[in-house]
């Protein structure tokens, strides 16, 4: 099955500062990679994704990066802000949809931005 | 985005007693649930996932008497824990699921339970 492993554990930046989060991933065969914030206490909550037809993508401050023959995708968070403080969970699927494919998830990262 | 509601946000109990949560997708009909369970500082942990009206297909190692899962419409869904004990203590997410949602995966708040 799918192994996807997630580095750093723990990442802690001045505010200002930029913030990277590296995912790898095993099967192939996935082709829809989201990221998720989980604040304490609440659920996880998708802040962006990308798909396998595309290398990048952006939104304000946040930038994810694909690369498929590595098998290795990336979170871009700049300009960092104290509420950017939470964890954050890469995953991965395989599928066109439906529930047969499922998401697999890192291990998260606990990111933390210094006032 | 999606909105999706978990009821209760947290719930105490006695060992031996059952526990249900309630699981709504509010402005879509979810085909597809499914439940997650996190422990504190891991990841999240699929349970089980339920397709409107049919069985739930349960996670290897998952209890399906244990932990009994109703997807009795399309947007509705409920996690029972049956007879909870402590080590099922844990943090439980619900994730609804529809195709015509360009296949993201959105996350309902959660519900931390606590067996005494």
């Known amino acids: 099955g799918e192994n996807v492993e997630q580095h750093p554990s723990t990442l802690s930046v001045q505010e200002g500062d930029s913030a990277v989060i590296k995912c790898t991933y095993s099967d192939s065969a996935s082709n829809y990679f989201p990221w998720y914030k989980q604040e304490l206490g609440k659920g996880p909550q998708l802040i962006i994704d990308i798909r396998s037809n595309v290398g990048e993508k952006k939104d304000q401050r946040i930038a994810v990066t694909l690369n498929k023959t590595a098998k290795h995708f990336s979170l871009h968070i700049t300009e960092t802000q104290p509420e950017d403080s939470a964890v954050y969970f890469c995953?991965?699927?395989?599928?066109?949809?439906?529930?047969?494919?499922?998401?697999?998830f890192g291990k998260g990262t606990l990111l933390t931005v210094n006032p | 985005g999606a909105v999706v509601s978990q009821h209760p946000s947290w719930v105490i109990c006695k060992s031996g007693t059952s526990v249900k949560i309630e699981c709504r997708s509010l402005?879509?009909?979810?085909?597809?649930m499914f439940w997650y369970r996190q422990f504190p500082k891991q990841s999240l942990m699929l349970m089980a996932t339920?397709?409107?009206?049919?069985?739930?297909?349960?996670e290897q190692g998952v209890e399906k008497d244990k932990f009994l899962i109703n997807h009795a419409s399309l947007t509705l869904s409920t996690l029972t824990v049956t007879s909870a004990h402590p080590e099922d203590s844990s943090f439980y997410i619900c994730s609804p699921f529809e195709v015509a949602k360009n296949n993201e995966q959105f996350f309902g708040p959660g519900t931390r339970l606590t067996v005494l």
């Open positions: 995953a991965a699927k395989k599928g066109s949809g439906g529930s047969n494919y499922k998401l697999t």
């Open positions: 402005d879509f009909q979810a085909t597809t």
């Open positions: 339920s397709n409107e009206g049919s069985k739930a297909t349960y």
